[in-house]
């Protein structure tokens, strides 16, 4: 079977994937490891891709999250950097993306976002992802201000450091001064008490 973003024919890999080393693998689409279920793969390249990955289609339309337009599936590295704006982190496998508006989503986190209302358990497990996003995001600006925190502490007490050094420099500078010119005072009387 074909996919638009591999130029090989790929063959369904589930049980060489479960029965051999390559179940850590991870899946092009998602980045995640293969392990369990259904995959499709390019063994020559190293290519593979989870049945749900595969599946995903190459345009969609979020009425919630995006509806101004439709968005196209990309792959990397057309993808690669943006962050995502369901879960924030690093766009780096498939991305449903619309150059318009900038919007980038992860194809899986579009599967959560979007799930069918209808369905209780689509449902519960799009409750359950807004949440623990919600709690990511959290935690993600709580631990960049704690971070942002520390910088500016250490900055300061690296500032503060240098100035304690400036200071004991400038202390010695003047010890040292003072030093020389009490030793040419020293000679000066010494020279005087000569030319008597």
């Known amino acids: ?5 591999h130029p090989h024919q790929l063959h369904d890999v589930s049980t060489t994937v479960s029965v051999s080393h390559n179940k850590n693998l991870p ?27 595969f599946d995903h289609p190459q345009s969609a339309y979020f009425v919630d999250s995006h509806p101004k337009h ?3 599936l990309l792959y990397p ?4 950097g943006a962050p ?3 879960c924030s982190e690093p766009c780096n496998g498939f991305t449903y993306n619309c150059t318009l508006c900038e919007f980038n989503v992860h ?4 599967a959560f976002l979007h799930a069918d209302p209808n369905n209780d358990r689509d449902r519960y497990a799009s409750i359950f992802f807004k949440q623990k996003v919600s709690e990511i995001k959290t935690l993600k600006s709580q631990l960049d201000s704690f971070m ?6 250490e900055e300061e007490e690296a ?38």
């Open 159 to 196: 500032y503060a450091l240098q100035r304690l050094r400036e200071q004991e420099l400038s202390r010695r500078r003047q010890n040292m001064y003072t030093l020389q010119m009490m030793n040419s005072a020293a000679s000066m009387n010494a020279m005087g008490r000569i030319g008597q």
């Open 27 to 53: 899946c092009f689409g998602c980045k995640l490891p293969l392990s369990g279920g259904t995959c499709y793969g390019c063994s020559a390249c190293n290519f593979y891709l989870h049945k749900f990955c």
């Open 77 to 80: 590295p057309s993808c690669q």
């Open 107 to 110: 194809a899986n986190c579009a």
């Open 148 to 153: 942002k925190q520390k910088q500016e502490s």
């Open 1 to 5: 079977m074909q996919h638009f973003s």
């Open 84 to 86: 995502c704006d369901a």
């Open 70 to 72: 439709t968005v196209g």
